[in-house]
């Protein structure tokens, strides 16, 4: 069974705060997302990655920044932490013969 | 970019009966529409998707139409189960979903006892 989990299932950080969310996947895959989830609003893509150092921009990039020093490890990174970045975040890996996502179980973070 | 609509946002149903979540996307140079459903406190898991060189796919219960010239695609559920309640997303992309996928708000399907 392919596993990605996340350092954090819950998280609250104060204003300002530089923060961390990591993800790692156990399959080998090249393809690895971040996605925001909000009520209402579905879930949007932040960053994605083809591979090893490699990083693009999703539809929501602003305000974040990624890191992906390994291939099973995919980082989001805020830099200073704001209110409306409250959200659950979902990472996702996809594999490179497929195009199903597979999904972590999502960090709530909440912005104080 | 691409941009998809998902009706309804919330949907119930008497269990044994037939759920139908509808979706629109608007570019017409997407070529894969996932479904995925996500129960309380897990991520989202795909349960079916359709290529848009294929107009229907089936797998048991569950069931996606694809038109492209409207650039709308369905889910359909038939003999409702409780298990079948969750929140339900669609999705469209370019490229197999390698760039990412655009999803729909979400519906959340109710079964009644």
């Known amino acids: 069974d392919v596993k990605v989990t996340q350092s954090s299932r819950y998280l609250v950080k104060r204003t300002g705060e530089k923060v961390f969310l990591e993800c790692v996947q156990d399959?080998?895959?090249?393809?690895m997302f971040w996605y925001r989830q909000d009520p209402g609003l579905g879930l949007r893509l932040i960053y994605f990655?083809?591979?090893?150092?490699?990083?693009e921009k999703g539809d929501i990039p602003e305000g974040y920044s990624v890191s992906r020093e390994k291939k099973e490890r995919f980082s989001l990174i805020l830099e200073s932490a704001s209110t409306n970045q409250t959200s659950m975040y979902l990472c996702a890996s996809r594999p490179p013969t497929r195009y199903e996502q597979y999904f972590g179980p999502g960090t709530r973070l909440t912005v104080t | 970019g691409e941009n998809v609509e998902q009706h309804p946002s919330t949907l119930s149903v008497q269990e044994g009966d037939s759920a139908v979540i509808k979706c629109t996307y608007s570019?017409?140079?997407?070529?894969?529409f996932p479904w995925y459903k996500q129960e309380l406190g897990k991520g989202p898991q795909l349960i079916i998707d359709?290529?848009?060189?294929?107009g229907e796919k089936k797998d048991q219960r569950i069931a996606v139409t694809l038109n492209k010239t409207a650039k709308h695609f369905s889910l359909h559920i038939t003999e409702t189960q409780p298990e079948d309640s969750a929140v339900y997303f669609c999705?469209?992309?370019?490229?197999?979903?390698?760039?990412?996928?655009?999803f729909g708000k979400g519906t959340h399907l109710i079964i009644q006892p």
């Open positions: 999705a469209a992309s370019m490229r197999g979903g390698a760039d990412g996928l655009t």
């Open positions: 359709i290529r848009s060189n294929v």
């Open positions: 990655s083809y591979d090893v150092k490699m990083k």
């Open positions: 570019d017409s140079a997407s070529n894969y």
């Open positions: 399959m080998d895959h090249e393809n």
